[in-house]
Nanobody, 119 residues
Framework: QVQLVESGGGLVQAGGSLRLSCVAS????????MAWFRQAPGKQRELVAD???????TYADSVKGRFTISRDNAKNTVYLQMNSLKPDDTAVYYC?????????????WGQGTQVTVSE
């Protein structure tokens, strides 16, 4: 059973920064694309960024130039550095294993971490 544990969220003012972390269980971590998603109140969950096993990355247009995804395979951990935060970034953030071909996550969701950006 894969477990995903997100942390690092909090309350920050617009323009501020946060760094999210996600520790994933499972021996496939180093060979699998990982992704960050977010879900704002009343909205569908959306893909924010993903990173392949080799380190190639993709980003949603709304976060390009502000967010950076990275991974440490030795620690089974994926990170999301979020800079220049905006109120529209307010959401619960989740990580997951990710299939770029299908656009779907592999595993059940963790508890997520809340990010709240104030004006």
């Amino acid at each position: 059973q894969v477990q995903l544990v997100e942390s690092g969220g909090g309350l920050v003012q617009a323009g501020g920064s946060l760094r999210l972390s996600c520790v994933a269980s499972g021996s496939i971590f180093s060979t699998t694309t990982m992704a960050w998603f977010r879900q704002a109140p009343g909205k569908q969950r959306e893909l924010v960024a993903d990173i392949s096993r080799s380190g190639s990355t993709t980003y949603a247009d709304s976060v390009k130039g502000r967010f950076t995804i990275s991974r440490d395979n030795a620690k089974n951990t994926v990170y999301l550095q979020m800079n220049s935060l905006k109120p529209d970034d307010t959401a619960v953030y989740y990580c997951n294993y990710f299939n770029r071909l299908t656009g779907l996550p592999h595993s059940s969701w963790g508890q997520g971490t809340q990010v709240t950006v104030s004006e």
